[in-house]
């Protein structure tokens, strides 16, 4: 058993007080609720990834047809082939994928087939964070939320077919991909999910997918593991 000021040292005094806080300062259960929120987080990391690529797949169909109609190139992504509202609202993103896409591409492996390869629109979409797509739809950057509700008529809301097209349908995606983003960036940065909602973020992954496709959301949690460790959170067995 590893004493306080050892554990402070290893994980860092101001992540563990909130784990310590947690089990009312008894250590040994702190350190095991900081285990099971490290589960929690391989579990969340798994589900979302299935969402994000199955989300961002959709949306980008749809944005390659829009930007065929508005200036004749389908591979959006990348340089001068960027229909004009699109380039607006993605402009920088677009540039920072497109140098991490080349940069990539640059330190391949040596036999790589494709090792300094010039850039292909899916190198660059490979880039893309679950923030970018989120901004696409107005909610998480309010800035281009006039630009967005133009996009999502002119078609973006055609990578959510299964549900009403209107502004509303817009704000609801747009809002639960946003809480996600929020989610994926707690976990990415190993930030304790404490107070987190598992259910209520599950719903809301399983919620957008239901409105791509109504096969998408059993797909995507065909083998989770999510609830059933969400339901061995230590806490309940402390009560």
């Known amino acids: 058993m590893k004493t306080k000021a050892e554990i402070d040292r290893m994980l860092g005094a101001a992540r563990f007080i909130r784990y310590l806080n947690a089990a009312d300062q008894n250590l040994e259960k702190a350190i095991q ?56 609202m993605f402009k920088r993103p677009l540039a920072q994928a497109r140098r991490r ?59 959510f077919p299964r549900i009403q097209n209107s502004d509303a349908s817009r704000k609801e995606i747009g809002k639960r991909i946003e809480r996600l983003t929020r989610l994926r960036n707690r976990v990415s940065h190993q930030e304790n999910l404490l107070e987190t909602n598992i259910r209520h973020r599950l719903n809301d992954m399983l919620s957008v997918l239901q409105a791509i496709d109504n096969t998408y959301p059993a797909w995507a949690i065909t083998g989770s593991q999510l609830r059933q460790v969400a339901q061995h959170d230590p806490r309940r067995s402390w009560k």
């Open 101 to 159: 896409a080349a940069n990539a591409s640059k330190h391949r492996t040596s036999g790589h087939r494709r090792k300094n390869a010039p850039l292909t629109h899916d190198d660059v979409i490979a880039q893309l964070s679950l923030g970018n797509w989120a901004n696409l739809l107005g909610e998480a950057l309010p800035a281009h939320r006039q630009r967005a509700q133009v996009l999502w008529q002119e078609g973006l809301h055609k990578a």
């Open 33 to 88: 609720l900081y285990r099971w929120n490290t589960q929690l987080a391989g579990a969340i990391h798994s589900q979302l990834s299935h969402f994000e690529v199955l989300t961002r797949n959709s949306m980008d169909l749809v944005l390659q047809e829009w930007n065929y109609q508005a200036c004749g190139y389908r591979d959006w992504s990348l340089e001068h082939q960027t229909g004009e509202l699109l380039h607006e």
